[in-house]
């Protein structure tokens, strides 16, 4: 165990929970404390159970390509929160038709979110990139 809090849902009116599930897993047995709100959830929630748990990051998934409506003004929810220095991560089928992901990343980039992964990335990734920008060492 690591002592790094995330909190992880999936965003919006989206209901897949199967990569949640797998994620959860993942992160949890990566060492992290994970707090897991599910399918549908909101911005407000993801922001309440990241103060409530002093969790040092929000993992957004979005599987059903309305992410980038869903996630828009996360960041800036975060700042008038008081935790505006939290890490953002953000991954899935996140908006809708076939936009080159470089082109998807930066608009995530510009609204405020840390790291931005395509579908189908494999846990390990995030994983490591969390470890990375928290300072964790195994």
């Known amino acids: ?3 790094k809090k995330i909190v992880l849902g999936v965003i919006g009116a989206d209901v897949h929970a199967v990569g949640n599930k797998i994620l959860a897993y993942a992160f949890d047995n990566a060492g992290f404390q994970v707090i897991n709100l599910g399918v549908m959830v909101s911005q407000e929630e993801y922001i309440k159970a990241a ?3 002093g969790a040092d990051a929000i993992l957004v998934s979005s599987l059903y390509g309305h992410g980038e ?11 008038e929160s008081g ?3 939290i890490l953002l ?3 899935g089928n996140l908006v809708v038709g076939k936009t080159p992901f470089e082109e998807v ?3 995530f980039i ?3 979110f840390n790291r931005v992964y395509p579908p189908g990335t494999l846990p390990d990734v995030s ?10 060492i195994d």
């Not at 994983?127 to 964790?136: A, E, M, Q, T």
Request: proline fraction near 0%.
């Open 83 to 85: 935790i505006g220095d």
């Open 110 to 112: 510009d609204m405020g």
């Open 51 to 53: 103060i409530e748990t």
């Open 105 to 107: 990343k930066k608009k």
């Open 127 to 136: 994983i490591r990139d969390l470890k990375n920008d928290l300072g964790v």
């Open 89 to 91: 991560y953000v991954g």
């Open 69 to 79: 409506l869903d996630c828009r003004g996360l960041r800036e929810k975060c700042e």
């Open 1 to 3: 165990m690591n002592n």
